[in-house]
């Protein structure tokens, strides 16, 4: 209990069961919800692009890109000028969802924080995001 990246882990996991719970009823799971975030901001990625953006292993990407157009939440079409990549778009389903799966995250989010301050919560904020830019440099 005293390595900051076994808790980074468990906190990791709360959110996720916190997430898995709100996100069942809407038709995504917790593992989608980055590749989601990214399309919702811009349409039409490569899965090279996605994977730099989400930073997950390639087979992971693969895996889970293909369980997200089998449940009919993307659709892949040729890229225009490379004909070894495609591009990866969101069906109407999955642009409809964007307003409560961003709701379900945040108050995902929310419950692992209550009894905090606002001052409280802004610090460790702060404290992860020096924890992160010192994991990228690993």
Do not use: C
Not at 9 to 33: D, E, H, N, W, Y
Not at 97 to 125: C, N, T, W, Y
Request: aromatic share 8%.
């Amino acid at each position: 209990m005293d390595s900051a990246a076994y808790l980074a882990s468990q906190l990791a996991k709360g959110f996720t069961r916190s997430l898995q719970q709100r996100a069942a009823g809407l038709g995504f799971s917790p593992g989608q919800f980055p590749i989601l975030v990214e399309l919702w901001s811009e349409d039409g990625l490569t899965q090279k692009q996605l994977l730099e953006r989400v930073d997950i292993e390639q087979a992971t990407m693969a895996n889970t890109l293909a369980r997200m157009e089998r449940d009919g939440l993307i659709e892949r079409r040729p890229h225009p000028h490379d004909k070894r990549a495609q591009l990866i778009f969101l069906t109407p389903k999955a642009s409809a969802m964007q307003a409560e799966a961003v709701e379900a995250a945040i108050a995902a989010d929310q419950d692992l924080f209550k009894g905090f301050r606002a001052f409280e919560r802004e610090l460790l904020f702060e404290y992860i995001r020096r924890i992160l830019e010192n994991a990228k440099r690993l």
